[in-house]
């Protein structure tokens, strides 16, 4: 097991957060807090088992990802490769690139995990050869050669310090790099999102950076951050490992200077409340400062099951 010191982190943590304990969410507690719409039994019942989960984790201190992470291999052909298709609506042929079972990241509103970050973060050390072996089948010598997309990551941080330390992500993107010299003609391209910082990107093992290794694939990948509408504060406690907002649009600069597509933005989650004019304002003029003019909004969303004492009452909403 890897011991490793984040990147990024930040000086509120949820565990030391004044007045900040579990709550048993019932129909009392919403009641004391003047919810005036009387919720179902199962309603109840889903708040209730949320309150018992939150506090079982809140005693273990499995809130947020503990700061280790354990390496191993796997046997590469026996990885199914998955198509990215949440939604129903994305490209029928977007392969996953998911190096790594967990996150360091932690965001507490998590669409993978619905913000549980209880699993042991493991890394697969030879993930590059699933990799290699993905491109030749879908876009080598032989193969249709059709529009492949390949996303890097949707389960998890394609740069956090479980790929960064031990290379995992620099020899994904070789592995991108050389296949397209040894198939110049491939269709393949490579779709990354990411809550990397300047850190994350000038991160360099064996002498080579990441974005080193992003401008030998400019015009063959798209840098796509990942970022959200909220007042800091809440920001760090709900993304207790990731890039301040500031890094990951200095992260975009720094791709933009290297040549490669970084235009478009994931901006999630949105917080409701947080949207006055001012702030709107203020957080779309930072991005537009980088250079970014698309953008995907996600609203925040929490299951009941693991709800905690600051999302009680906020009712799901769809997207």
């Given at each position: 097991m890897t011991e490793f010191e984040p990147f990024y982190s930040h000086a509120a943590k949820v565990y030391s957060l004044p007045g900040f304990v579990p709550q048993k969410i019932d129909g009392e507690y919403l009641h004391r807090l003047g919810v005036a719409v009387e919720p179902s039994a199962a309603t109840l019942d889903g708040l209730e088992k949320g309150s018992e989960v939150f506090a079982r984790r809140y005693a273990a201190r499995t809130l947020i990802p503990l700061t280790q992470f354990e390496v191993t291999d796997a046997a590469v052909d026996t990885i199914v490769p998955e198509i990215h298709n949440y939604t129903g609506r994305c490209p029928a042929l977007t392969y996953e690139i998911n190096p790594v079972r967990g996150c360091g990241v932690g965001c507490q509103y998590c669409l993978v995990t619905d913000g549980v970050h209880e699993q042991r973060l493991v890394a697969i050390d030879n993930y590059h050869l699933y990799v290699r072996a993905l491109l030749e089948r879908f876009n080598g010598p032989g193969s249709d050669n059709a529009n492949h997309y390949y996303y890097f990551s949707?389960?998890?941080?394609?740069?956090?310090?479980?790929?960064?330390?031990?290379?995992?992500?620099?020899?994904?993107?070789?592995?991108?790099?050389?296949?397209?010299?040894?198939?110049?003609?491939?269709?393949?391209?490579?779709?990354?999102?990411?809550?990397?910082?300047?850190?994350?990107?000038?991160?360099?093992?064996?002498?080579?950076?990441?974005?080193?290794?992003?401008?030998?694939?400019?015009?063959?990948?798209?840098?796509?951050?990942?970022?959200?509408?909220?007042?800091?504060?809440?920001?760090?406690?709900?993304?207790?490992?990731?890039?301040?907002?500031?890094?990951?649009?200095?992260?975009?600069?720094?791709?933009?200077?290297?040549?490669?597509?970084?235009?478009?933005?994931?901006?999630?989650?949105?917080?409701?409340?947080?949207?006055?004019?001012?702030?709107i304002r203020e957080f779309f003029t930072s991005l537009h400062g980088a250079g970014i003019i698309n953008y995907k909004p996600e609203f925040l969303i929490r299951p009941m099951r693991t709800t905690s004492s600051s999302a009680a009452a906020r009712r799901r909403t769809g997207r």
């Open positions: 949707p389960k998890t941080e394609a740069f956090q310090e479980a790929t960064l330390l031990t290379g995992i992500a620099h020899r994904v993107l070789q592995e991108f790099i050389g296949h397209f010299e040894r198939f110049p003609q491939s269709r393949a391209r490579l779709f990354v999102a990411s809550k990397a910082g300047a850190k994350h990107l000038e991160y360099r093992w064996n002498g080579v950076s990441v974005l080193d290794l992003f401008s030998q694939l400019r015009g063959r990948m798209q840098f796509n951050t990942s970022v959200s509408i909220m007042p800091d504060a809440f920001r760090d406690i709900l993304e207790p490992y990731a890039a301040p907002l500031p890094e990951r649009l200095a992260a975009v600069r720094l791709c933009r200077e290297a040549g490669v597509q970084s235009d478009s933005a994931l901006v999630q989650p949105i917080v409701i409340p947080y949207l006055t004019d001012e702030h």
